[in-house]
């Protein structure tokens, strides 16, 4: 069900690119968007991983320094089928994890210290199955294609009204109404855009949770994790920057309560908690 609520979302994002582009550019306007947004994104999507963990001050860390975690990687990573990824430490106290990397032979995932400090053995295999799922499922990938065709959707929104600023709103197009209208799509078109992409972030990571789950075979590691992780990441201050908290496991930062659900990249912990909760598990 996820699954379809994300392909849904982006077959959206699609259909309002396609007719943003051919009501205000055309073909040649819709199609220099989507090169655009496509160069832009495609360099965020082969270097993200390097940007991610250097923007977090991720640092490699041995076997010798994180046995326990090597411990659990290796043989969650064997039963997933999945390489090795490298592994980076954040020496901050706030707990927290993400994976990054294009694919899963270019797959890294770095953890707080916190995160290690704080969480037991099931708590640490569930964050870890958790991340290692969005390393399964492609989620870097996906989220590269949506911020692709939101990209585009924001560029011809700007472009559109900057040529609406310098070539006036006049003309018969204004008498029908129609420069009325089209400022309204520039205006709400690209606020669109970022609600669906937000929304594909927000399915991953429901599925990111099932997806672990399944892995472990149980959810009361994740479950425990989760709600460890909510309270240490309200009182422990983390500078992990907004660009790399997208891609946390919990969301660094804690906005107020109507703009964290709206515009927030991840679930309410609450909403994610109780589906886990709700979850079956067959074996």
């Given at each position: 069900?996820?699954?379809?609520?994300?392909?849904?979302?982006?077959?959206?994002?699609?259909?309002?690119?396609?007719?943003?582009?051919?009501?205000?550019?055309?073909?040649?306007?819709?199609?220099?968007?989507?090169?655009?947004?496509?160069?832009?994104?495609?360099?965020?999507?082969?270097?993200?991983?390097?940007?991610?963990?250097?923007?977090?001050?991720?640092?490699?860390?041995?076997?010798?320094?994180?046995?326990?975690?090597?411990?659990?990687?290796?043989?969650?990573?064997?039963?997933?089928?999945?390489?090795?990824?490298?592994?980076?430490?954040?020496?901050?106290?706030?707990?927290?994890?993400?994976?990054?990397?294009?694919?899963?032979?270019?797959?890294?995932?770095?953890?707080?210290?916190?995160?290690?400090?704080?969480?037991?053995?099931?708590?640490?295999?569930?964050?870890?199955?958790?991340?290692?799922?969005?390393?399964?499922?492609?989620?870097?990938?996906?989220?590269?294609?949506?911020?692709?065709?939101?990209?585009?959707i924001m560029w011809i929104g700007r472009m559109g009204r900057f040529g609406m600023m310098f070539g006036?709103?006049?003309?018969?197009?204004?008498?029908?109404?129609?420069?009325?209208?089209?400022?309204?799509?520039?205006?709400?078109?690209?606020?669109?855009?970022?609600?669906?992409?937000?929304?594909?972030?927000?399915?991953?990571?429901?599925?990111?949770?099932?997806?672990?789950?399944?892995m472990i075979g149980q959810q009361y590691g994740l479950i425990s994790a989760l709600e460890k992780l909510g309270a240490y990441n309200q009182k422990i201050p983390s500078?992990?920057?907004?660009?790399?908290?997208?891609?946390?496991?919990?969301?660094?930062?804690?906005?107020?309560?109507?703009?964290?659900?709206?515009?927030?990249?991840?679930?309410?912990?609450?909403?994610?908690?109780?589906?886990?909760?709700?979850?079956?598990?067959?074996?």
């Amino acid at each position: 069900m996820k699954t379809l609520k994300t392909t849904f979302l982006l077959t959206a994002l699609t259909l309002l690119l396609l007719f943003l582009g051919a009501s205000f550019g055309g073909e040649r306007g819709m199609m220099l968007a989507l090169v655009v947004a496509v160069l832009m994104n495609g360099t965020a999507y082969f270097f993200s991983d390097k940007i991610a963990l250097a923007s977090s001050g991720a640092q490699p860390i041995s076997r010798e320094e994180a046995p326990r975690l090597y411990a659990v990687m290796e043989r969650l990573a064997a039963k997933a089928s999945l390489p090795m990824p490298k592994l980076y430490l954040i020496p901050q106290p706030a707990p927290n994890a993400f994976a990054t990397g294009r694919n899963p032979s270019h797959a890294s995932v770095a953890v707080t210290q916190g995160l290690l400090d704080l969480m037991n053995d099931d708590e640490l295999e569930g964050v870890i199955a958790h991340e290692l799922s969005h390393v399964r499922n492609y989620d870097i990938l996906t989220s590269s294609i949506a911020a692709t065709l939101a990209g585009a959707i924001m560029w011809i929104g700007r472009m559109g009204r900057f040529g609406m600023m310098f070539g006036g709103m006049g003309g018969r197009g204004d008498r029908r109404g129609g420069g009325i209208t089209a400022l309204l799509m520039l205006i709400l078109a690209p606020f669109a855009a970022l609600l669906l992409q937000l929304g594909i972030s927000r399915q991953r990571e429901y599925q990111a949770d099932a997806s672990g789950v399944k892995m472990i075979g149980q959810q009361y590691g994740l479950i425990s994790a989760l709600e460890k992780l909510g309270a240490y990441n309200q009182k422990i201050p983390s500078n992990i920057p907004p660009s790399t908290a997208a891609l946390c496991i919990v969301a660094p930062f804690a906005p107020g309560q109507f703009l964290s659900g709206l515009f927030s990249t991840h679930p309410p912990l609450a909403d994610r908690i109780a589906e886990l909760r709700n979850m079956t598990i067959t074996r």
